[in-house]
């Protein structure tokens, strides 16, 4: 009698057939259906089939936990530590400085990351750890991603048109204002109440003016691209999928 083989590893003895294929597979080959088992490739095949969860705006739906929110509170705060016990050279080589952009593009992200103040950073990561949370819950992980960076850059962008060439710009408030911006233009849409975003976009607004060192142009450039972009979201999501005709 010949003893039935896997047909990934004809060395190895088949415990069991592929309940989609019918083919013999091994142990180590062998994955949990809702019936039975199968095989790595009929398993993969029906995970690809399953149709993909959205969230409200439209965005893959890949999980509950924040993770992309987390990410970059993790980052600023890396960043944070490296700026205090690293060499001063960390710093000069973070912060958006207008007149080095051209020949260091990596500053327009990477300030906004670069807090040196305690205060600082912490009233922006606050803001980001009320807001990040259900941003990324409404337009998925990669939207959210996109927001944010984007953001960040639109604020950057900002301050290397607008402010003084040799000026010295870092910190996370020009995406946090995208991320204000975005709730702003959706919360809008949705008829939800949006007094207290208002109230906290005029304060921001009128304390760039007043508190010296503070950048509205950064600020300025967050907000308006993260409600562009969320402007987009909304519009995507409102799409519906054009049916399939037939000849």
Not at 152 to 160: E, I, K, P, Q, R
Not at 168 to 179: D, E, F, I, N, Y
Request: net charge positive; aromatic share 8%.
């Amino acid at each position: 009698m010949t003893e039935t083989v896997c047909y990934r590893h004809p060395d190895r003895p088949a415990g069991v057939r592929c309940q989609r294929c019918d083919r013999p597979i091994c142990p180590a080959c062998m994955n949990s259906a809702a019936v039975g088992f199968q095989c790595p490739s009929c398993f993969n095949e029906g995970v690809r089939s399953v149709p993909r969860t959205r969230t409200s705006l439209g965005g893959i739906q890949r999980g509950n936990q924040p993770i992309v929110t987390y990410t970059m509170l993790a980052l600023n705060v890396l960043v944070f530590i490296l700026v205090h016990v690293g060499p001063p050279r960390i710093l000069q080589d973070l912060v958006m400085v207008p007149m080095l952009t051209e020949s260091e593009p990596w500053r327009l992200l990477t300030s906004a990351f670069t807090h040196v103040q305690i205060f600082h950073i912490f009233s922006n990561l606050f803001m980001l750890w009320q807001l990040g949370p259900p941003l990324e819950h409404m337009l998925g992980r990669l939207r959210f991603t996109a927001l944010y960076l984007l953001s960040a850059l639109g604020g950057s962008v900002a301050v290397w048109i607008l402010s003084a060439p040799g000026g010295a710009t870092l910190g996370a408030s020009g995406a946090v204002l995208g991320l204000v911006g975005a709730l702003l233009v959706i919360s809008r849409a949705r008829n939800q109440d949006i007094t207290w975003i208002i109230m906290y976009v005029g304060v921001t607004a009128v304390l760039s003016f007043v508190i010296p060192n503070v950048s509205w142009e950064g600020h300025l450039g967050g907000f308006i691209v993260g409600a562009a972009l969320a402007w987009v979201f909304l519009q995507l999501s409102k799409r519906k999928p054009r049916n399939k005709q037939t000849a």
